[in-house]
C-alpha cells in the first residue's frame, strides 16, 4: 500500500468498481423499497400515527434509530478528525451519553408519556402554560436545526464524497436530501425509524471492518500508541525552528487519557463531568430529535428498552470512529498532522488543519475493492437517516407548535399536508446553504457547533429540569430564566467567534488579543457557569410570582401518576389524539344539539356520514390520483376513516398515556441499566 506522503496534493480520489457501484444501488434500493413498505404500513391518518408512528414501536428500533439519528455523517469526519487531532478524550462525548440515555428512558419519557405530549415545546405549553416558552422554544429549535445539524451534515458529507469520489458537490447533495426528504415525507415517524434500523446496521457493520483493518494495519493497541505518539509531518520534524511553539504538529502528552488538566488540556475533566452533563441532557432529553423516538414506543416498557439498546450501542464509537483516526494519523501524518497554515492549505484547503480528512483517506487507501462501495454506503446511511431524523421532527414541531397555533381550528389532514410541505421547505434551505458551507472553515466547524451547544443549550436544559422535578417553577420564573441565559450565552458566543477568526495560527509571532473570558475559560467551563446563572434567575422569579393553581397531573415526576379529570383542563390537548374523521363528526355534533343528545350512536353516525359523505360519481383515472394523493400526503378517504366515541377516544387517550410496567419487566430493566452504566465506569477507569 502505498503511504503518499507527498503532502502537496489533496488525497487521491477513489475509481468505484463494478463491485462498489453494486453496493451503492442495492443500499439505495432496499432504503427505498424498506421506505415504501413502512409508508404502506404506519397510520398516517392521524397525527399520533405520523409523528409518533402510532405508538407501536419496538425496543430494538428504538435504539437503532436513536443510534443511526445521532451517529450522522460528522462522526466519520468529525470524531475521527478530533481523534486524530488530539487523541481519545474526545471518547467523553460518547461515553457519557450513557448515563444521559438511562435518565431519557428511566426519568423523562414516564413524564412525557403520561402528560400526552407529542412534542417538547407542547410538553412546555402542558407544564408551564401561556405559549411563549412553546413558540419560543420551536422557533429557536427549528433554527439550529438548520444552521447547525443539517449543515453539519451536509457540510461532512459533501466533504467525504468530494474526497472518495470527487463527485460533483451539487448533483450529489441534491440527490441525498431528495431521497431523504421523499420517504421521510410519505412515511411519517415509522419509515424513518424502519430506515434507520437498516442504516444503524450498516454503519456498525462496515464501520467496524475499518477499524479492525486499520489497528491490524500499524501492529495491535500498543503498536497504535506507541506509533501515534511518533506521528508528525516531515515538516514539524525538520523545521521546528519555524515554531515558537513546539507544540504545534505534535502529538499531546495527554493523548490517551480520557479525563486531562483541568487548566491547561483542551478538554478539561471538569468541564467534560460537570459542563458537558446539561448539553448532554438537553441532546438526549430534552431535545425533540431524539425523545420523539422513545414516545412511540409500544409502552414504557419498550421505551426504557430503547434507550438501554441506544446506551450500548453508545459505547462503540470509540472503537468504530476514534481508533481509525488515530490509525489515520499513524499512516497519513503528511496530510492529517500537518502543522503550517500553508501546508494545510495545499492539501485540503483548509489552513487551520486536516484532522478531518483522517477518515475519508482510509476509505480512499486503506480498503480494497468492494469493501469501499460498502463504506460510501454507510456514509450515505449515515447522512440519510440523521437528515430524515431531522425533517421528521422540525415537521411535528412546525406543525404542532407554531402553525397549529396560527391555525388553531386547523383539521388533523391539514396538519398532516402541512407538515409534509414544511419538509419540502426545509429541502430548500438546506441546499440553499451549501454555498455559505463551502466558504465555512471546516477546520472550525466542530468548534462552532460545541460552542452553539454550550452558549444556548443549558438555560433550556434548566427548564426543563426543574419543570420535570420542581412543581413550584413558574413560567415567569422559566421565561425570565431562560432570557437571563440566553443573553449571557449570546454575548459569550459572539466574542467566541470573533476572537477564533482573527486567533493567530499556532507557532505564529503574532500577539493573541483573544480576552481572558474566552480564551481562558472553556467552553465547558462557560456552560457550568451559564447553568447556575439560569437555575438562579428561574428560581428567584418562581419564588417571586404566583404558582399554577392546580397541582399538575401528569406533568410532573412527582405527579406522573395522577389521574387526570373526565374533562381536561386545557381544551386543546385532547384534540391531538382525535383522528382526521373526529374533527368533522365532533363538529357536526357540537352544531345539532338534537343530533347531539340522540342516544343512538351508531345512527347519528350514519346520518353524519350521509351529510358529510355524498357518493360523487367519478371518472377512473380520477379515483386512481385520488387514491395516490391521499396515500403521499397521509389522509385516507372519508368513507375509510374510523369514527370514535369520546368514549373511545378517552379510551385511546388512556392508551397513549399509560406509564404501567409489569414487575419482572421494571426488575430486568432496572438491573441491565445497572451492568449497563457499571461497564462505562469500567471502560473509563482504564482509558481515565
Not at 74 to 82: E, I, K, M, Q, R
Not at 158 to 167: E, M, P, S
Not at 466 to 473: A, E, K, N, S
Not at 582 to 606: I, V
Request: proline share 4%; glycine share 6%; net charge neutral.
Amino acid at each position: 500500500m502505498t503511504n503518499h506522503t507527498n503532502g502537496t496534493s489533496f488525497p487521491d480520489h477513489a475509481k468505484l468498481t463494478a463491485i462498489d457501484v453494486i453496493a451503492v444501488t442495492v443500499y439505495f434500493v432496499i432504503v427505498v423499497c424498506l421506505g415504501i413498505y413502512a409508508t404502506y404500513k404506519s397510520k398516517k391518518g392521524s397525527t399520533s400515527g405520523y409523528f409518533l408512528a402510532g405508538k407501536s414501536i419496538n425496543w430494538f428500533l428504538i435504539g437503532a434509530s436513536l443510534l443511526a439519528s445521532n451517529v450522522g455523517a460528522p462522526f466519520f469526519v468529525a470524531l475521527s478528525g478530533g481523534a486524530a487531532a488530539s487523541g481519545i478524550a474526545i471518547t467523553i462525548y460518547e461515553w457519557h451519553a450513557v448515563f444521559m440515555l438511562i435518565l431519557l428512558g428511566w426519568i423523562f419519557v414516564p413524564v412525557y408519556t403520561a402528560s400526552g405530549c407529542f412534542t417538547m415545546p407542547e410538553y412546555l405549553k402542558k407544564r408551564y402554560g401561556g405559549n411563549r416558552l412553546r413558540i419560543y422554544l420551536s422557533l429557536i429549535s427549528l433554527v439550529m436545526y438548520i444552521l447547525t445539524k443539517i449543515s453539519a451534515e451536509i457540510y461532512a458529507g459533501a466533504l467525504f464524497i468530494r474526497v472518495v469520489l470527487n463527485w460533483d458537490l451539487y448533483l450529489s447533495i441534491v440527490l441525498i436530501v431528495s431521497v431523504t426528504a421523499l420517504y421521510t415525507i410519505t412515511g411519517g415517524l415509522l419509515a424513518v425509524i424502519y430506515t434507520d434500523t437498516l442504516q444503524a446496521i450498516i454503519v456498525v457493520i462496515s464501520a467496524s471492518i475499518v477499524s479492525v483493518i486499520g489497528i491490524v494495519k500499524v501492529g495491535g493497541w500498543n503498536e497504535l500508541k506507541r506509533q501515534y505518539m511518533d506521528s508528525y509531518s516531515s515538516q514539524t520534524k525538520s523545521d521546528f525552528s519555524r515554531f515558537h511553539n513546539h507544540t504545534c504538529g505534535l502529538a499531546r502528552n495527554d493523548s490517551f487519557h480520557i479525563f486531562r488538566d483541568p487548566v491547561t488540556s483542551d478538554l478539561p475533566w471538569t468541564g467534560a463531568i460537570f459542563g458537558l452533563t446539561p448539553i448532554a441532557l438537553w441532546v438526549w432529553c430534552n431535545d425533540q430529535l431524539m425523545v420523539q423516538r422513545t414516545l412511540a414506543a409500544k409502552n414504557l416498557s419498550h421505551a426504557k428498552g430503547g434507550a438501554l439498546f441506544a446506551s450500548y450501542l453508545k459505547i462503540l464509537p470509540f472503537f468504530l470512529f476514534v481508533i481509525p483516526g488515530l490509525v489515520s494519523r499513524i499512516l497519513y501524518p503528511e496530510e492529517v498532522a500537518c502543522a503550517s497554515p500553508e501546508a494545510c492549505t495545499e492539501v485540503c484547503q483548509n489552513k487551520d488543519g486536516c484532522s478531518n480528512i483522517a477518515y475519508p483517506l482510509i476509505v480512499v487507501r486503506l480498503l480494497p475493492e468492494g469493501l469501499r462501495g460498502i463504506m460510501l454506503a454507510a456514509l450515505l446511511a449515515a447522512l440519510m437517516s440523521s437528515l430524515t431524523s431531522i425533517f421528521n421532527s422540525a415537521s411535528s414541531m412546525f406543525t404542532l407548535d407554531i402553525y397549529k397555533h396560527i391555525r388553531k381550528k386547523a383539521k388533523a389532514t391539514e396538519l398532516l399536508i402541512v407538515g409534509r410541505l414544511f419538509v419540502v421547505v426545509l429541502v430548500g434551505v438546506s441546499i440553499a446553504w451549501i454555498p455559505i458551507l463551502e466558504k465555512s472553515e471546516g477546520g472550525l466547524l466542530w468548534n462552532y457547533l460545541n460552542a452553539i451547544s454550550a452558549n444556548i443549550t443549558p438555560p433550556w436544559c434548566v427548564v426543563f429540569v426543574l419543570g420535570v422535578f420542581w412543581t413550584r417553577t413558574t413560567e415567569k420564573g422559566a421565561f425570565w430564566g431562560l432570557m437571563a441565559g440566553m443573553v449571557v450565552g449570546a454575548i459569550r458566543m459572539v466574542l467566541d467567534f470573533y476572537y477564533k477568526s482573527i486567533q493567530p495560527a499556532c507557532g505564529s509571532p503574532l500577539h493573541d488579543i483573544t480576552p481572558a473570558i474566552v480564551k481562558k475559560v472553556h467552553f465547558l467551563h462557560f456552560s457550568i457557569i451559564l447553568t447556575v446563572i439560569s437555575t438562579l434567575v428561574t428560581v428567584v422569579v418562581s419564588l417571586c410570582t404566583t404558582p399554577r393553581p392546580e397541582k399538575l397531573p401528569k406533568r410532573t415526576w412527582w405527579t406522573r401518576h395522577e389521574v387526570l379529570e373526565a374533562v381536561d383542563s386545557e381544551p386543546d390537548e385532547f384534540s391531538d389524539y382525535e383522528q382526521c374523521a373526529t374533527d368533522e363528526y365532533t363538529a357536526f355534533l357540537n352544531a345539532d344539539p338534537d343530533l347531539k343528545n340522540n342516544g343512538d350512536q351508531e345512527t347519528d353516525q350514519d346520518v353524519v356520514a350521509d351529510i358529510l359523505l355524498p357518493k360523487f360519481h367519478v371518472s377512473l383515472w380520477k379515483k386512481i390520483l385520488l387514491c395516490l394523493s391521499s396515500w403521499f400526503c397521509g389522509y385516507e378517504p372519508e368513507n375509510q376513516r374510523v369514527k370514535m366515541t369520546r368514549d373511545e377516544q378517552r379510551a385511546e387517550r388512556d392508551r397513549l398515556t399509560s406509564i404501567q410496567e409489569t414487575k419482572y419487566m421494571k426488575w430486568f430493566l432496572n438491573v441491565n441499566a445497572l451492568i449497563c452504566m457499571a461497564v462505562t465506569c469500567t471502560l473509563l477507569a482504564i482509558f481515565g
